[in-house]
């Protein structure tokens, strides 16, 4: 893992950058990630594009390969109400490496706060592209549904 900073933006050239990244986002935020979880498609493919509402506490990811979508994590509970928006990175390419981290409530094994990072794969530029509060229950079913 080499991450590199070129101005305000960080980039990686390699996938594992991202758990890195949402690391360094988190504890800055107050709620330190401790789990982290990449997403991958049943097909095999690692490459997505990513859509989220952040106020309804949305995700879906839609894979590059074979086009399955995905609501991840708990998303399904909240979807009637959400505007889904696609992160597109700054060099106008859509399909993302994602890697997931949570902060856990103090002394338990639940869902506190999730983060939900990003690497290009075109250019390599890894960040946090959504995190929110959530009450998404035990980390395990939770992080199974990335």
Same mark, same amino acid.
């Given at each position: 893992?080499?991450?590199?900073? #070129?101005?305000?933006?960080?980039?990686?050239?390699?996938?594992?950058?991202?758990?890195?990244?949402?690391?360094?986002?988190?504890?800055? %935020?107050?709620?330190?990630?401790? $789990?982290?979880?990449?997403? $991958?498609?049943?097909?095999?493919?690692?490459?997505?594009?990513?859509?989220?509402?952040?106020? !309804?506490?949305?995700?879906?990811?839609?894979? +590059?390969?074979?086009?399955?979508?995905?609501?991840?994590?708990?998303?399904?509970?909240? $979807? %009637?109400?959400?505007?889904?928006? !696609?992160? +597109?990175?700054? /060099?106008?390419?859509?399909? $993302?490496?994602?890697?997931?981290?949570?902060?856990?409530?103090?002394?338990?094994?639940? +869902?506190?706060?999730?983060?939900?990072?990003?690497? /290009? %794969?075109?250019?390599?530029?890894?960040?946090?592209?959504?995190?929110? #509060?959530?009450?998404?229950?035990? +980390?395990?079913?939770?992080?199974?549904?990335?």
């Amino acid at each position: 893992m080499a991450l590199t900073r #070129k101005g305000k933006y960080w980039y990686g050239d390699e996938d594992g950058d991202i758990a890195a990244v949402i690391g360094n986002y988190s504890r800055a %935020a107050g709620y330190p990630a401790t $789990l982290f979880r990449a997403a $991958l498609c049943s097909c095999g493919s690692a490459r997505f594009h990513l859509f989220d509402d952040e106020v !309804e506490g949305v995700a879906r990811r839609d894979c +590059v390969a074979c086009g399955e979508s995905h609501l991840m994590f708990d998303s399904a509970e909240y $979807l %009637a109400d959400a505007n889904l928006d !696609e992160h +597109v990175c700054m /060099c106008d390419n859509a399909a $993302l490496s994602i890697h997931c981290g949570v902060a856990l409530y103090e002394g338990t094994q639940d +869902v506190r706060w999730l983060y939900i990072g990003c690497r /290009c %794969a075109d250019c390599g530029m890894v960040g946090v592209y959504a995190d929110w #509060k959530c009450e998404g229950g035990p +980390v395990e079913a939770f992080m199974a549904r990335v």
